[in-house]
């Protein structure tokens, strides 16, 4: 078939580094499905990035058509399938999350734009680089010709993250864990929600609540050590979450090309117009969705006790304030 033509920004960095070679040999679009692959960084980095071509070659993977490393936008963005922008200003030392953001609307603004000029219509775009959602809101409404149900962010690893916890709590497999929810902003205000998850405990489906039989750990402990998995990682490794976070993005990806299992959900940031879960329009913000034909929907109907609620209205507050400050951004640049 015809190859798919794959986006990966900020391809010389760490995150890149473990996910290109999982996009390359086929766990994201199949093991029959050729691919291009195109690389853009930043001028300084091109040098770096042609080591990462050389690798690339040197594994020698049959599906890989073609790999177009670029530090221009017009080569980068052109006819692409699917764009994954993981590159971004990362928040350095004594920066506010202003700051970030300041730097992070101009990056996005003009990335945006390119994908409205030079990407396919049908491209689905999935943005990693940080403040995640606020940058991803910002990419569409720069690109105005693309559906704004094209565009996503990456929660998964924070859902990933969630299932994770609850299988080590119980000494079951994560695979035994399903239906867990990221609900809002990819921050620590995230709200990891067990109410509507289930476990599959000896061949036996049960609530994650009737399962583990701790409140207290599961409303305390287990929420913030989801939130703060990140800044855990960082102190640990001294270096961020690479690993997972390019294993959480090819299951976002390979959810979206494929769709989601019969009976599960997945959490993704997705614009939240007509949501029915009182969370305001026009903001990027993780829900639970399932996914068919290349398309999502957001699941309907489940309960929300009080105790969400709250945490569910804080992550929306945060993400309007980031919204506002982000399009002030725009109107002065």
């Given at each position: 078939?015809?190859?798919?033509?794959?986006?990966?920004?900020?391809?010389?960095?760490?995150?890149?580094?473990?996910?290109?070679?999982?996009?390359a040999k086929g766990d994201v679009f199949g093991k029959e499905q050729p691919l291009i692959l195109v690389l853009l960084d930043i001028t300084?980095?091109?040098?770096?990035?042609?080591?990462?071509?050389?690798?690339?070659?040197?594994?020698?993977?049959?599906?890989?058509?073609?790999?177009?490393?670029?530090?221009?936008?017009?080569?980068?963005?052109?006819?692409?399938?699917?764009?994954?922008?993981?590159?971004?200003?990362?928040?350095?030392?004594?920066?506010?999350?202003?700051?970030?953001?300041?730097?992070?609307?101009?990056?996005?603004?003009?990335?945006?734009?390119?994908?409205?000029?030079?990407?396919?219509?049908?491209?689905?775009?999935?943005?990693?680089?940080?403040?995640?959602?606020?940058?991803?809101?910002?990419?569409?409404?720069?690109?105005?010709?693309?559906?704004?149900?094209?565009?996503?962010?990456?929660?998964?690893?924070?859902?990933?993250?969630?299932?994770?916890?609850?299988?080590?709590?119980?000494?079951?497999?994560?695979?035994?864990?399903?239906?867990?929810?990221?609900?809002?902003?990819?921050?620590?205000?995230?709200?990891?929600?067990?109410?509507?998850?289930?476990?599959?405990?000896?061949?036996?489906?049960?609530?994650?609540?009737?399962?583990?039989?701790?409140?207290?750990?599961?409303?305390?402990?287990?929420?913030?050590?989801?939130?703060?998995?990140?800044?855990?990682?960082?102190?640990?490794?001294?270096?961020?979450?690479?690993?997972?976070?390019?294993?959480?993005?090819?299951?976002?990806?390979?959810?979206?090309?494929?769709?989601?299992?019969?009976?599960?959900?997945?959490?993704?940031?997705?614009?939240?117009?007509?949501?029915?879960?009182?969370?305001?329009?026009?903001?990027?913000?993780?829900?639970?969705?399932?996914?068919?034909?290349?398309?999502?929907?957001?699941?309907?109907?489940?309960?929300?006790?009080?105790?969400?609620?709250?945490?569910?209205?804080?992550?929306?507050?945060?993400?309007?304030?980031?919204?506002?400050?982000?399009?002030?951004?725009?109107?002065?640049?």
């Open positions: 078939g015809e190859p798919v033509r794959v986006l990966v920004t900020g391809a010389a960095g760490q995150i890149a580094y473990s996910l290109l070679y999982s996009i300084p980095m091109m040098s770096v990035l042609e080591g990462v071509v050389m690798e690339l070659q040197d594994c020698a993977l049959p599906l890989l058509r073609e790999v177009i490393p670029t530090d221009k936008e017009e080569v980068a963005f052109k006819d692409l399938d699917v764009a994954i922008l993981v590159g971004s200003m990362p928040r350095r030392e004594g920066m506010e999350r202003k700051d970030l953001l300041k730097a992070n609307v101009t990056i996005f603004k003009s990335q945006g734009a390119a994908l409205d000029k030079y990407a396919k219509k049908t491209v689905k775009v999935v943005v990693v680089g940080n403040p995640a959602n606020t940058n991803c809101l910002i990419a569409s409404k720069s690109a105005p010709s693309i559906p704004k149900e094209n565009f996503s962010c990456l929660t998964r690893l924070d859902h990933n993250r969630a299932k994770s916890q609850i299988a080590l709590k119980l000494g079951v497999t994560s695979n035994d864990v399903k239906n867990v929810i990221i609900w809002g902003n990819h921050s620590s205000t995230q709200y990891p929600d067990v109410n509507h998850a289930k476990v599959n405990v000896k061949g036996k489906e049960v609530g994650v609540y009737e399962a583990i039989k701790d409140d207290s750990w599961l409303k305390g402990d287990f929420i913030l050590t989801v939130q703060q998995r990140g800044a855990a990682v960082i102190k640990a490794r001294k270096l961020s979450s690479a690993m997972s976070a390019a294993k959480a993005i090819c299951d976002h990806v390979r959810d979206i090309w494929f769709g989601t299992p019969p009976g599960e959900f997945v959490s993704m940031g997705v614009i939240s117009d007509g949501n029915s879960y009182g969370v305001p329009e026009d903001l990027l913000y993780s829900f639970p969705v399932v996914i068919k034909d290349k398309t999502w929907k957001f699941v309907e109907g489940l309960p929300i006790n009080d105790f969400s609620r709250e945490k569910m209205d804080l992550t929306a507050k945060e993400l309007t304030e980031e919204k506002e400050t982000a399009v002030e951004f725009l109107s002065s640049a």
